[in-house]
Antibody, heavy 121, light 107 residues
């Protein structure tokens, strides 16, 4: 059974850097079929894809946010980390990690439960 | 970036109704489109991928079609569990993008 779980701060201050960790169980991050994305969803709005990492460590980023985003594999072989710099109140959202097991590209077969991050001073 | 335009934004329907949601891509995405269902407080759930392939375990009352850059999700006979918000998402090329969503409400 594949499960994903997001962890990180629930509250960050404006200008701070957000660091979120996605812990994956039941599927190896070295599997060639694997790809993990971070997706966020502001309250009452549609999901917004942020970043993706392949088993090969190839990465892709949201066009207008790429200067603020870094996706990487964590020190643990089962973790994917997202860093987002210079946080602003408009970045308040539920942040999800999601996994595709179909060659690294979508669709997202598995999702974490999400973690709500609020940006406020 | 490829824009996904979804319509309608809200749909009021009754149990047993046939419901159709449309998603149009701003350029060709071939068949690289997925449909998700989301209920309040939950993560999106994959329903259909590659425009028309039903995800394992998903009810056969859901179906998807493609005509060029226009995609449709049809629910053949709406059930109480189907009242939710539906999103399309392309995965043709990066950056991937989602439609704005369609909320299916009880009439």
């Amino acid at each position: 059974q594949v499960t994903l779980k997001e962890s990180g701060p629930v509250l960050v201050k404006p200008t701070e850097t957000l660091t979120l960790t996605c812990t994956v169980s039941g599927f190896s991050l070295s599997n060639a079929r694997m790809g993990v994305s971070w997706i966020r969803q502001p309250p009452g709005k549609a999901p917004e894809w942020l970043a993706h990492i392949f088993s090969t460590d190839q990465k892709a980023y949201h066009t207008s946010l790429q200067n603020r985003l870094t996706i990487s594999k964590g020190t643990s072989e089962s973790q994917v980390v997202l860093m987002m710099t210079n946080m602003d109140p408009v970045d308040t959202a539920t942040y999800y990690c999601a996994l595709t097991a179909r060659g690294g590209y979508g669709p997202f077969d598995y999702w974490g439960q999400g973690t709500l991050v609020t940006v406020s001073s | 970036d490829i824009q996904m335009t979804q319509s309608p934004s809200t749909l009021s329907a009754s149990v047993g109704d046939r419901v159709t949601i449309t998603c149009r891509a701003s350029q060709s995405i071939s068949h690289w489109l997925a449909w998700f269902q989301q209920k309040p407080g939950e993560a999106p759930k994959l329903l259909i991928y590659q425009a028309s392939i039903l995800e394992s375990g998903v009810s056969s009352r859901f179906s998807g079609t493609r005509s060029g850059t226009e995609f449709t999700l049809t629910i053949s006979s709406l059930q109480p569990d189907d009242f939710a918000t539906y999103y399309c998402q392309h995965y043709n090329s990066f950056p991937w993008t989602f439609g704005q969503g369609t909320k299916v409400e009880i009439k």
